[in-house]
């Protein structure tokens, strides 16, 4: 007796064929486009904080600050946070400002500060791009997008697939209560341990953001700051 084909299974499979081929392309033009970014930080965080709330200000600033040292900035490409890091990556003027956007039913329109734009149909090419050139990564405030990109960073580098590099949470106040649960709740149960837990660094100002990036890369010239300091100190008192 022969087997009556599923013809919706069939097609199914034809397009999962097909798919493979729109995923390469995807990851081709990552790769070619972003080749010849080696000092860049990727800054996460609400597409829905708005240019009249402090926090847009603080990731402007920390991308500014960032981009006036020569480091690209790459962020997600739409609206909020991501366009303060982009228009923060543009004043900065030494660092390129990258968007790497995100296809959605909801369309995405990207922000007017990106000057080198990707854009992606699936969430996980896009994130292998948001990692792959990465020499650290801050995360402001923002919901289920911006959890899921923190958790997935946080576990590759606690797994060892990528090299550690800083991460950053700013606004201490909005992160204190996953703080306050990893430590309390995920730890005592014996889920994460201290040296997981230290991966990631809490901060409240671009200052403290853009410092904890700087001494990861350049452990001399801190140290020898704070040697500095402290003889200034010393021969004042």
């Known amino acids: 007796m022969t087997k009556k084909v599923n013809t919706y299974e069939l097609e199914n499979i034809e397009h999962d064929t097909w798919r493979i081929f729109r995923i390469m392309s995807e990851f081709v033009n990552g790769f070619e486009s972003m080749n010849d970014v080696n000092k860049a930080v990727t800054i996460f965080g609400s597409r829905c904080i708005t240019e009249f709330s402090p926090i847009y200000h603080k990731a402007q600033q920390t991308a500014k600050k960032l981009s006036e040292k020569g480091y690209t900035i790459i962020s997600g490409g739409g609206q909020g946070i991501m366009e303060a890091a982009n228009r923060g990556a543009v004043e900065g003027k030494k660092g390129k400002s990258i968007g790497l956007n995100i ?88 889920c994460v341990f201290d040296e997981d837990i230290a991966l990631y660094n809490l901060v409240d100002t671009p200052e403290e953001a853009v410092k904890i990036v700087e001494d990861f890369y350049n452990p001399k010239k801190s140290k020898a700051a704070k040697v500095a300091k402290v003889k200034k100190y010393n021969k004042i008192k």
């Open 103 to 190: 296809v959605l039913p909801e369309k995405q329109p990207p922000n007017p500060y990106v000057k080198e734009l990707l854009e992606f149909r699936y969430f996980f090419c896009r994130k292998v791009m948001f990692v792959k050139y990465a020499k650290a990564f801050i995360i402001f405030p923002g919901g289920f997008g911006t959890f899921d990109e923190l958790f997935e960073v946080i576990t590759l580098i606690q797994t060892h697939l990528v090299k550690k590099v800083p991460i950053i949470l700013v606004d201490k106040e909005f992160w204190a209560g996953l703080d306050h649960w990893l430590h309390k709740v995920v730890k005592t149960h014996g």
